[in-house]
């Protein structure tokens, strides 16, 4: 009982720096997060908080992993509950929406990197987990107009756009070395089932659709945008129709 009764003692207050953290967060940024400073918030010493993250750097890699976890768990949603030919929209919006609605912990995964400090192996898991997703959202835009080649029948667009990229004895391209570097960060999210690994061109299509979304998302939740004349989400919806025509 006592046992129990601590351990529920040590997740609140882990909680309740989190909390105090992302607050620090949206003021000052990542320099403003200070170990110290968050237990007098708490009206805790210094040393005592220290019991519960042993250094800042665990703390903002507990900050860290959970933002890449809830975004990653709210683009598979967003994917899951659409449509085959609505994914990728479904899944842009749902990049934004959450940026928008938190735009300080998608400045802290997306954002400048903090100096000296090194991600863990399981936020690298996660990014990469997430990139699968946005692998079968990608799948069926991009190409002539926004669907993939031709499909044979009882086959799905996704499946058949996820030909895993083996030897150029069959007449594939080899990797380009965007490509290639792809492919070695998603073997962080584990194995492909038989068959459904991404050909090299959809590696490329994915990457260089992630980075464009990202590229106005960020300009947006910066303010980059503000006194330009017209609204962010207007040029984010063409964005999407320019993608979705391969342009």
Same mark, same amino acid.
């Given at each position: 009982?006592?046992?129990?009764?601590?351990?529920?003692?040590?997740?609140?207050?882990?909680?309740?720096?989190?909390?105090?953290?992302?607050?620090?967060?949206?003021?000052?940024?990542?320099?403003?997060?200070?170990?110290?400073?968050?237990?007098?918030?708490?009206?805790?010493?210094?040393?005592?908080?220290?019991?519960?993250?042993?250094?800042?750097?665990?703390?903002?890699?507990?900050?860290?992993?959970?933002?890449?976890?809830?975004?990653?768990?709210?683009?598979?949603?967003?994917?899951?509950?659409?449509?085959?030919?609505?994914?990728?929209?479904?899944?842009? $919006? *749902? /990049? !934004?929406? #959450?940026?928008?609605?938190?735009?300080?912990?998608? %400045?802290?995964?997306? @954002?400048?990197?903090?100096?000296?400090?090194?991600?863990?192996?399981?936020?690298?898991?996660?990014?990469?987990?997430?990139?699968?997703?946005?692998?079968?959202?990608?799948?069926?835009?991009?190409?002539?107009?926004?669907?993939?080649?031709?499909?044979?029948?009882?086959?799905?667009?996704?499946?058949?756009?996820?030909?895993?990229?083996?030897?150029?004895?069959?007449?594939?391209?080899?990797?380009?070395?965007?490509?290639?570097?792809?492919?070695?960060?998603?073997?962080?999210?584990?194995?492909?089932?038989?068959?459904?690994?991404?050909?090299?061109?959809?590696?490329? $299509? *994915? /990457? !260089?659709? #992630?980075?464009?979304?990202?590229?106005?998302?960020? %300009?947006?939740?910066? @303010?980059?945008?503000?006194?330009?004349?017209?609204?962010?989400?207007?040029?984010?919806?063409?964005?999407?129709?320019?993608?979705?025509?391969?342009?």
């Amino acid at each position: 009982m006592a046992t129990a009764r601590r351990e529920r003692y040590r997740k609140q207050t882990r909680e309740e720096a989190k909390s105090v953290a992302l607050a620090q967060l949206a003021e000052s940024g990542t320099a403003g997060i200070s170990v110290n400073a968050i237990a007098k918030a708490m009206g805790m010493t210094g040393p005592a908080l220290y019991r519960y993250f042993a250094s800042r750097d665990e703390l903002l890699t507990e900050l860290i992993t959970d933002a890449y976890r809830d975004l990653a768990e709210t683009l598979a949603r967003a994917v899951a509950d659409a449509a085959p030919a609505d994914r990728f929209r479904a899944m842009a $919006r *749902a /990049l !934004r929406d #959450w940026a928008k609605r938190q735009p300080d912990r998608y %400045l802290l995964i997306y @954002g400048t990197p903090v100096p000296g400090y090194q991600a863990p192996p399981e936020t690298t898991e996660i990014a990469a987990g997430m990139m699968r997703t946005i692998f079968d959202a990608c799948s069926s835009v991009g190409e002539s107009g926004g669907a993939t080649a031709s499909v044979t029948p009882g086959v799905t667009a996704g499946a058949a756009a996820r030909v895993a990229p083996s030897a150029t004895a069959s007449g594939e391209q080899p990797l380009t070395e965007v490509e290639a570097a792809l492919a070695r960060h998603l073997e962080g999210a584990g194995p492909w089932a038989p068959g459904e690994e991404p050909g090299g061109e959809l590696k490329g $299509r *994915a /990457l !260089r659709t #992630w980075t464009r979304l990202h590229g106005v998302i960020s %300009l947006d939740v910066q @303010g980059q945008f503000t006194g330009m004349g017209f609204d962010p989400s207007v040029l984010f919806e063409a964005e999407l129709d320019a993608l979705v025509r391969g342009g």
